[in-house]
T-cell receptor, first 116, second 113 residues
């Protein structure tokens, strides 16, 4: 079963507008959740993570995400986007395995395109 | 620190050839992983390691082999390349299990003809 689902493959938005990128996770997994960003032709870098505690998590570059246990969601938001935010965004979970380890599972990604 | 390094950056193989993608990290991280990235499919876990001498399969392990003889290195071997293995391969490492951030290498773009 898919552990994490990103509902939108592409999201176009105008500069300075707000944006929300959606992520839902399987309730069977441990709730360690992450958002990563990938700029063109680069590797991935961490935006923010939720481990425990406050459900609103702030990350780099003005991004934040809210953990919602009842809806099993971890949506990423930014109140005002810039052209430089154009990138692909990945939601990820750290999942406990039957062999007693944790492995990272990624969603399929959401391509954010910021329009001038 | 160099972080996570991968070689080569680009590679073209013929069907049936074998090769090894190299990955090294200098952060003394226990966990290392290999992913492949394909359009519309995100990153899929191939194999991962929780320490020297310990490896496990991910979501798409078929056609790939790994070993972890040292903490620093985690090579990925393609046994007999197939066009379906055309992809971008990323190596990643993290300090520990469960909730640690992953650090990614720059990727290897592999084409199998």
């Amino acid at each position: 079963a898919q552990s994490v689902t990103q509902l939108d493959s592409q999201v176009p938005v105008f500069e300075e507008a707000p944006v929300e990128l959606r992520c839902n996770y399987s309730s069977s997994v441990s709730v360690y959740l992450f958002w990563y960003v990938q700029y063109p032709n680069q590797g991935l870098q961490l935006l923010l993570k939720y481990l425990s505690g406050s459900t609103l998590v702030k990350g780099i570059n003005g991004f934040e995400a809210e953990f919602n246990k009842s809806q099993t969601s971890f949506h990423l938001r930014k109140p005002s986007v810039h052209i430089s935010d154009t990138a692909e965004y990945f939601c990820a979970v750290s999942k406990f395995t039957s062999s007693g380890t944790y492995k990272y599972i990624f969603g399929t990604g959401t391509r954010l395109k910021v329009l001038a | 620190n160099a972080g996570v390094t991968q070689t080569p950056k680009f590679q073209v193989l013929k069907t049936g050839q074998s090769m090894t993608l190299q990955c090294a990290q200098d952060m003394n991280h226990e966990y290392m992983s290999w992913y492949r990235q394909d359009p519309g499919m995100g990153l899929r876990l191939i194999h991962y390691s929780v320490g020297a001498g310990i490896t496990d399969q991910g979501e798409v392990p078929n056609g790939y082999n790994v070993s972890r003889s040292t903490t620093e290195d985690f090579p990925l071997r393609l046994l007999s390349a197939a066009p379906s293995q055309t992809s971008v391969y990323f190596c990643a490492s993290r300090k520990g299990y469960r909730d640690y951030e992953q650090y990614f290498g720059p990727g290897t773009r592999l084409t199998v003809t």
